[in-house]
């Protein structure tokens, strides 16, 4: 292997493992860090979460449905049912 083989191969996995830490299905380290929690501490936690409706990893896909990751917390901390509040009425800009 030269050089700028290994370099691009390098290249690579830091693009890969950069995938994984964004967009909709983070790796399960991605959202340990996320939740602040170590890997060995989350893959623990999720077991236990799981039953308790935490979304499982999607086979197709290979991770957790992020936005349905943070309903889930949302839901567990009461926090589901806020919505924003409606407009008073129309503004008057003259008045100021």
């Not at 050089?3 to 191969?9: D, N, Q």
């Not at 909709?24 to 989350?42: D, G, K």
Request: proline fraction near 6%; charged fraction near 30%; include cysteine.
């Amino acid at each position: 292997m030269t050089v700028a083989e290994g370099s691009r191969s390098a290249r690579d996995g830091d693009r890969r493992a950069r995938v994984r830490t964004q967009g909709l299905f983070p790796s399960e380290c991605e959202i340990a860090r996320r939740l602040s929690q170590t890997a060995v501490e989350w893959a623990a936690k999720a077991v236990i979460l799981e039953r308790d409706g935490l979304p499982r990893i999607d086979p197709l896909m290979g991770g957790r449905y992020w936005p349905a990751v943070e309903a889930y917390w949302r839901r567990r901390y009461g926090l589901h049912s806020i919505e924003p509040s409606q407009p008073d009425g129309k503004e008057n800009l003259d008045a100021l």
